[in-house]
């Protein structure tokens, strides 16, 4: 996943706190800070924060140009005036252009004009995100980096998706130090993108009959390498296919996971687990490719039915894991080299493509423990 710029906003004087700036100074997913030039000065900055200084008018600017005591390092003037950045750029400035975007008129100003600055920070009044869309669309192939005022942490987070790449970053509006501190937790679990897979051993394989199994449906389209970890024990699964390999009576389900029996736990973000039978429309999922990168899935539909089933047991390095998934020969697993394997064809000694971990969860939650699972 690429970095986002993320800026803090502090042009309201009441969230000029000395502790909420140091607070920003300590996060190293913030980026910068943007001032109003009329409240600027007077604290202390981290060597890596970009300096905004929004200034309105061609005035403005002068003013804050004029004065004894100025923001030291790398300063970025933002105005939504287009002279006052003419000046700032004969100044041998940094620049960035301010649109408040609320109608068709605003919107094709960020569009036509903010490729000629280094940012373009847009506010939107309504919450949809079409004109995102388009500015992005519009400036994709410009240097400008384009960032979106947000107030919360959701609006963040889904405007990281618009348009597939998203923007290239955020100015976020708030006075409360949970709110930063949950943003960089977000940031930091979104950059987690990675787990390590390994080759373990098949050890046993036996078939159980009849259980209840869930099929796992996603608002998402999988490709032909991806799974979801499936596992019996906190210590790890296998890679489950998803169900976009060729059948020959029936047509592929490049949204699915026939994922296994329902007492099974499947990994999800933020390092946690869940039963399937807790997974239910609107969570999210990890899915994972045979290279062992992650992406958030949604859940669109829970599919629980009586099917056999079937035991997958294996080893690595002194290390059981087992998976039951339903006994048909349309499952698919990975095997120890990312290829699809028929479930019903593993026996022992195969390698199996899994995923192995320090034991112990607490309702999905890592934690460290004494325990025993077979």
């Keep these: ?42 604290l202390l900055h981290s060597d890596r924060l970009t300096i905004g200084i929004y200034v309105r008018t061609v005035e403005g600017l002068q003013t804050y140009l004029n004065r004894d005591e100025q923001e030291q390092g790398d300063v970025v003037i933002v105005s939504p005036d287009a002279d006052a950045l003419k000046l700032a750029l004969s ?6 252009l301010y649109v408040y975007i609320e109608d068709e008129a605003s919107m094709l100003k960020a569009c036509e004009e903010g490729g000629a600055y280094n940012y373009l920070l847009v ?75 390994v080759k373990a051993k098949v ?29 019996s024990t906190s210590s790890g699964g ?22 296994g029996a329902v007492h099974s736990y499947v990994w999800c973000p933020n390092d946690t687990t869940e039963y399937m039978t807790d997974l239910k429309a609107g969570n999210k999922v990890f899915v994972i490719d045979v290279a062992g990168n992650l992406r958030e899935v949604n859940i669109g539909r829970m599919k629980i039915e009586v099917r056999p089933l079937l035991l997958i047991e294996a080893e690595y390095e ?25 479930a019903t064809t593993f026996k022992v000694g195969d390698e199996i493509l899994g995923y192995v971990c320090e034991p112990g969860r607490h309702v999905g939650v890592k934690i460290q423990e004494k325990i025993l699972e077979n």
Excluded at 91 to 96: A, C
Excluded at 247 to 257: E, G, H, I, K, S
């Design 1 to 42: 996943m690429r970095e986002r710029i993320i800026w803090y906003d502090a042009r309201n004087q009441g969230k000029k706190d000395p502790e909420l700036i140091a607070l920003i100074n300590q996060s190293y997913n913030f980026n910068g800070i943007l001032y109003d030039s009329e409240q600027t000065g007077g």
């Design 91 to 96: 100044e041998n400035l940094q620049t960035g």
């Design 123 to 197: 506010e939107f009044k309504d919450e949809t995100n079409i004109p995102l869309e388009l500015v992005i669309a519009k400036l994709q192939n410009s240097d400008t980096e384009v960032l979106k005022f947000v107030q919360t942490v959701s609006d963040a987070v889904v405007s990281k998706e618009v348009m597939e790449v998203g923007c290239d970053g955020f100015l976020i509006d708030t006075g409360r130090a949970e709110v930063i501190s949950q943003l960089n937790l977000a940031l930091e679990n979104a950059k987690n993108t990675t787990l390590p897979l």
């Design 203 to 231: 050890t046993n394989v036996v078939h159980l009959g009849p259980g209840e199994r869930a099929c796992i449906d996603t608002t998402s389209l999988l490709t032909m390498e991806e799974a979801m970890i499936v596992g």
């Design 318 to 342: 002194g290390k059981s894991m087992n998976t039951i998934v339903q006994d048909d020969w349309h499952i698919r697993i990975f095997d120890g080299e990312g290829r699809p394997k028929n």
């Design 238 to 259: 296998f890679l489950v296919c998803s169900e976009t390999h060729y059948l020959p009576y029936m047509n592929t389900r490049p949204f699915r996971v026939n994922a």
